[in-house]
T-cell receptor, first 113, second 118 residues
């Protein structure tokens, strides 16, 4: 069975600083996807970034990047130059082929002006 | 495309009443998911469909919950009778199968329905 763990229930960061959110997962599959979703106060779930397990290169989307450590089953999200609009819940998720997405419990990030 | 559409956005009802939540997935998507989100339990997958067929309903909490997908563009989640502990935000999401690898891509979420059962 898949599991996703986020050990940081809450985090805060000063505006313009860098913050890293942690995520570990467990799966017996060799081919899978990993995702980070953002849920701002509006409740809308928004995909931030995704990583295909067979790709060694870490995914990057503008100020968002991941540190994917396959052997350690770790998938952290780094947010550079934090902005007030980054304040949200962040969910790490994993998905194997033809299977459902498993979400972690979430990390509440507050960006402080 | 308008994205995943859910209705109503807010629902307030009294205990014992029937509640029906509706979802229209993105056109062309062949997977549809129903989630429930609460502070205590986080985001829980209730059930998901592939090509209108329920694949996994192990997350449905009780027989009071039922879901249908009569066609590719519409799904309902029904709670009968509703109870105060059903109060939550219910999300619908859809995704499409990658043609080359068969792997699903990202799930697109609707705005959610906030349900309050008094």
């Amino acid at each position: 069975a898949q599991t996703v763990t986020q050990s940081q229930p809450e985090m805060s960061v000063q505006e313009a600083e860098t913050v890293t959110l942690s995520c570990t997962y467990d799966t017996s599959e060799s081919n899978y996807y990993l995702f980070w979703y953002k849920q701002p106060p509006s409740r809308q779930m928004i995909l931030v970034i995704r990583q295909e397990a067979y790709k060694q290169q870490n995914a990057t989307e503008n100020r968002f990047s991941v540190n994917f450590q396959k052997a350690a089953k770790s998938f952290s999200l780094k947010i550079s130059d934090s902005q007030l609009g980054d304040t949200a819940m962040y969910f790490c998720a994993s998905k194997t082929s033809y299977d459902k997405v498993i979400f972690g419990p979430g990390t509440s990030l507050s960006v402080i002006p | 495309d308008a994205g995943v559409i859910q209705s109503p956005r807010h629902e307030v009802t009294e205990m014992g009443q029937e509640v029906t939540l509706r979802c229209k997935p993105i056109s062309g998507h062949d997977y549809l998911f129903w989630y429930r989100q609460t502070m205590m339990r986080g985001l829980e997958l209730l059930i998901y469909f592939n090509n209108n067929v329920p694949i996994d309903d192990s997350g449905m909490p009780e027989d009071r919950f039922s879901a249908k997908m009569p066609n590719a563009s519409f799904s309902t989640l029904k709670i009968q009778p509703s109870e105060p502990r059903d109060s939550a935000v219910y999300f619908c999401a859809s995704s499409s199968t990658s043609g080359r690898t068969g792997l699903n891509n990202e799930q697109f979420f609707g705005p959610g329905t906030r349900l309050t059962v008094l």
